[in-house]
């Protein structure tokens, strides 16, 4: 009887085994139609078929093409690595007082809103590293000083110049940047003993990033590159990282606040932008949302509702991100007041009477830690969100809604709490809660640990 049951038990082991095996193929099959149904793949796909046609496998014409490419390249790369010795040598003095580096690579360091790596790239610099910004698509600047703590690159070659250095180099890798590849990435590694950190900020969608064929990559190579941690902005990010990767730590870190740049005490005395201003002078209450105004945010319900709400102006804020500005109807109390600088938000998000986050219902809404949340609370402004925004939930003065009527609901629901001074201060301590030098610390001690 015991043999049996024995048997019986490690027969159900290898059918569990057998089931998880399969579940893996079954990502990984995923991951790869991902990959090749990519737009990139397919035009690669096209200009090697077209070049395969022109340059026959074999034929005398490819090998004397071949032959030239390599030649071209090694010219390329010798004539580069001189151009860059200067840089290198300019970058090992700055950092010569230093024996950590965070590399950050991200978007450039001047858009007009600032975003996380900027956050914690400034915050990484308090705590003790010397930071560079790795900027791949800034033509202008090939290594400028910010700070004496922090500075720009545009080429991650320039990151050799740590090789035998001793310092500790960490890689911060954004899941949504596709500046470099995994080749560059595993290089750096073995040549400077550079440790990745995996940030996994965002659903890989193209509504956010675009073609995602190098983002897919590196998400698909984490086995090879070993982060030595992976960070995550949302328990959704969290979920598909331990059912992709299990090999690194993870820290949960999600998006944050810079407490003093939107705390509604100390600004007290600010004044209105003044393009804000001409409308605070209709004496109606503004419902106010600053972000990228794209594909993921509920156009229909936003223009039912300003058709509904004379009463109320609503304001928007930000870039036309892939051309979505069109599908918002600019009505009379609708205004569009483009994009802003992050030094000037504060002049409009402190005179919302509500502000909003209306994602359409969808992965990308489930996924996402908005910062705009935490900014809108510094400023002790009430938030309606849409239903899908999980990492919205749990907040005092954050008003979740299960559809458009509710969501209208809440708006007047936010207009009368954000006349309480108690609701506004309970907002602030709120935020205090989840500020970008909490996030960094926490990434430093997941480091060290």
Avoid at 257 to 276: E, G, M, T, Y
Avoid at 285 to 293: K, Q, T
Avoid at 362 to 382: D, N, R
Wanted: charged share 30%.
């Amino acid at each position: 009887m015991k043999s049996a049951k024995q048997g019986v038990n490690k027969t159900q082991t290898v059918v569990d085994e057998l089931k998880k095996e399969k579940a893996a193929l079954e990502r990984e099959n995923a991951e790869l139609k991902l990959l090749i149904s990519s737009k990139r793949f397919r035009l690669a796909n096209k200009m090697g078929n077209a070049f395969n046609s022109l340059f026959p496998v074999s034929s005398k014409r490819r090998a004397v093409v071949k032959s030239m490419a390599r030649q071209a390249k090694k010219l390329s790369s010798a004539k580069r690595r001189r151009a860059l010795r200067p840089l290198m040598k300019e970058l090992q003095s700055l950092s010569a007082g230093f024996d950590r580096v965070m590399v950050v690579n991200a978007i450039p360091w001047d858009v007009e809103l600032k975003q996380r790596p900027h956050h914690l790239a400034v915050e990484f610099a308090k705590l003790g590293y010397f930071v560079i910004f790795l900027e791949c698509t800034n033509y202008l600047h090939n290594l400028r000083k910010i700070n004496d703590s922090l500075v720009t690159i545009n080429n991650p070659e320039l990151l050799e110049s740590f090789q035998g250095s001793g310092k500790k180099v960490y890689f911060m890798q954004l899941s949504t940047i596709a500046s470099i590849s995994v080749e560059d990435i595993l290089r750096l590694e073995k040549t400077v003993g550079m440790k990745v950190i995996y940030d996994y900020i965002d659903e890989l969608h193209e509504d956010i990033s675009g073609d995602l064929y190098h983002q897919r990559l590196i998400w698909s190579a984490l086995p090879k590159i070993k982060p030595a941690l992976v960070t995550v902005t949302s328990d959704v990010l969290l979920e598909q990282v331990e059912e992709h990767y299990t090999g690194s730590k993870i820290v949960v870190a999600k998006n944050a606040v810079n407490i003093d740049h939107f705390d509604f005490k100390q600004h007290a005395k600010l004044r209105p932008a003044k393009d804000l201003k001409k409308i605070l002078a209709n004496k109606r209450p503004v419902v106010g949302y600053y972000g990228a105004i794209a594909p993921w945010i509920d156009y229909d319900m936003l223009n039912a509702l300003a058709r509904k709400r004379s009463d109320l102006e609503f304001v928007y804020i930000g870039i036309d991100y892939g051309g979505a500005l069109k599908h918002l109807e600019l009505l009379p109390n609708v205004h569009y007041l483009g994009s802003k600088d992050y030094s000037d938000l504060a002049a409009y998000s402190l005179f919302f009477d509500c502000a909003i986050i209306p994602f359409v219902r969808g992965e990308i809404a489930k996924a996402t830690s908005p910062v705009k949340l935490f900014e809108y609370m510094a400023a002790g402004v009430p938030t309606v969100c849409t239903r899908d925004l999980q990492e919205c939930r749990g907040y005092d003065y954050v008003f979740m809604s299960k559809n458009n009527a509710e969501f209208e609901a809440n708006i007047d629901k936010a207009i009368v709490a954000r006349k309480e001074l108690k609701v506004r201060e309970a907002l602030l301590k709120q935020a205090d809660a989840h500020t970008w030098a909490r996030r960094a610390k926490d990434i430093d001690k997941g480091l060290k640990d």
